[in-house]
Nanobody, 124 residues
C-alpha cells in the first residue's frame, strides 16, 4: 500500500520556477522499489503524463512539453520524489499529481496510487 502527498504548488509569474515534492508512505515494500511519476491536469483537459523516474534515478523520461524545463529526481532515504519546474508558462497551469504503480512498467500509463494533487498557477 502506498499513500502519496504532494506539496510545493503555488502562484508564480511566467518564467519563474517551482519545486514540487511528493512524500510517500509505503507498507509491504520499500519506497526505493517503486518507480514514480508526475502527471498534471489542466482545467477542462484530460490528465496527462509529465515525468517518470525509475527506482534509482537511472532512467528518466519526460513529456515533450516538459523536456528541457522540468527535472524529476528522488531521495529514497526520505521517501520523496521531486519535480523541479523552470521557465514556467501559463500553459503549465494545472493540478500536479504524483503517482506510482505496483509494476514499474505501468507507472507512465496506468498508475495504481495517486496523491491528492497540488495546484500550480502561472500568471502571464
Amino acid at each position: 500500500q502506498v499513500t502519496l502527498s504532494e506539496s510545493g504548488g503555488g502562484l508564480v509569474q511566467a518564467g519563474g520556477s517551482l519545486r514540487l515534492s511528493c512524500a510517500a508512505t509505503v507498507s509491504g515494500r520499500t519506497f526505493s522499489s517503486y518507480a514514480m511519476g508526475w502527471f498534471r491536469q489542466a482545467p477542462g483537459k484530460e490528465r496527462e503524463f509529465v515525468a517518470y523516474i525509475n527506482w534509482n534515478g537511472g532512467r528518466r523520461s519526460y513529456a515533450d512539453s516538459a523536456k528541457g524545463r522540468f527535472t524529476i529526481s528522488r531521495e529514497n532515504a526520505k521517501n520523496t520524489v521531486y519535480l523541479q519546474m523552470n521557465s514556467l508558462q501559463p500553459e503549465d497551469t494545472a493540478v500536479y499529481y504524483c503517482a506510482t504503480a505496483r509494476q514499474s512498467e505501468r507507472v507512465e500509463s496506468t498508475p495504481d496510487y495517486w496523491g491528492p494533487g497540488t495546484q500550480v498557477t502561472v500568471s502571464s
